[in-house]
């Protein structure tokens, strides 16, 4: 029988087993502004303390064998916020980057950036860039920022970049299929998120990886972001390992 070595604990783990540990975690990091306000602090001070949460994360996803990271950082939505607000979370991305980037690149983990790119303001694109090109051969934790992002505008990304082969002669409309559409989202190439995580007890995806959570496992922990921990990740993993992925089909006992 083949086997494979389990992520977690390294054992090997028979072929066709269901697969008991996330490869890839999505996370919706709500309640920044909740945490702020509740302690009689402005608001972005929730987001400060959110991205301490997200730096403790990413150390944390990489060390317990984790292969794929997403954030969503910034909505396509987001822009309704106040201008401060949105100037504040603008330079948190910038300070972030700029100081993280090569304590990342050492640790080995790839950034990818997803979302529109056409309207974001030169100088955070050129750094998301540098970011990618510096970190592109690592082969560590994948660390995924939806910055700008948006799930039906990449849809429509997709759906634009697959009418311009057909229009060029390179794709057959019949030929359209599912790992198509996949492959030209800006997420193309990366394993669908196993398990979605959504803080401060908000159940709603919110426009996030529509098309990519078709069979993700759902975890909504009360936790506004900035207290998101160790603890609360290990439970999140937890009750995604005590469930049974059937995808469609049936449980093995079923059968
Ligand atoms: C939602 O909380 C959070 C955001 C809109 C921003 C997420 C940003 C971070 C965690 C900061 C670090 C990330 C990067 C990469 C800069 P909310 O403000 O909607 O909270 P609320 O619902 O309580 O108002």
């Known amino acids: 029988m083949n086997v494979r070595p389990d992520r977690k604990t390294h054992l090997p783990v028979a072929e066709g087993a269901v697969a008991r540990f996330p490869r890839h ?26 991205l301490e949460a997200l730096r403790r994360t990413i150390r944390y996803a990489g060390k317990i064998g984790i292969e794929v990271v997403t954030v969503f ?42 979302g529109e790119r ?7 694109l050129k750094l998301l860039e540098e970011a990618e090109e510096l970190t592109v051969s690592n082969t560590g934790l994948e660390l995924v920022i939806a910055f700008n992002y948006g ?18 002669g390179e794709l057959r409309i019949d030929q359209i299929s599912e790992d198509s559409v996949s492959e030209a989202l800006d997420t193309g190439g990366l394993p669908d998120p196993d398990l979605i995580i959504r803080t401060s007890g908000e159940m709603r995806l919110s426009n996030f990886l529509l098309w990519q959570a078709a069979y993700s496992e759902f975890f909504f922990s009360d936790r506004y972001w900035p207290d998101f921990d160790e603890t609360a990740f290990d439970e999140a993993i937890a009750s995604y ?9 049936l449980d093995s006992g079923s059968l």
């Open 118 to 124: 056409s309207n974001l303001e030169p100088g955070i």
């Open 151 to 168: 799930a039906r505008s990449e849809l429509v990304r997709s759906i634009q970049r697959i009418s311009a082969k057909v229009q060029s």
């Open 241 to 249: 390992s005590d469930r049974e992925r059937r995808f469609g089909g």
């Open 25 to 50: 975690v999505a996370l919706i990091m709500d309640g920044n502004g909740r945490w702020a306000t509740a302690r009689g602090l402005p608001r972005t001070e929730g987001h400060r303390q959110g």
């Open 73 to 114: 950082s910034f909505s396509s939505e987001n822009w309704r916020r106040p201008e401060t607000e949105v100037t504040f979370l603008m330079g948190l991305l910038r300070r972030f980057v700029q100081r993280d980037l090569s304590e990342l690149h050492e640790a080995n983990v790839r950034i990818r950036v997803i």
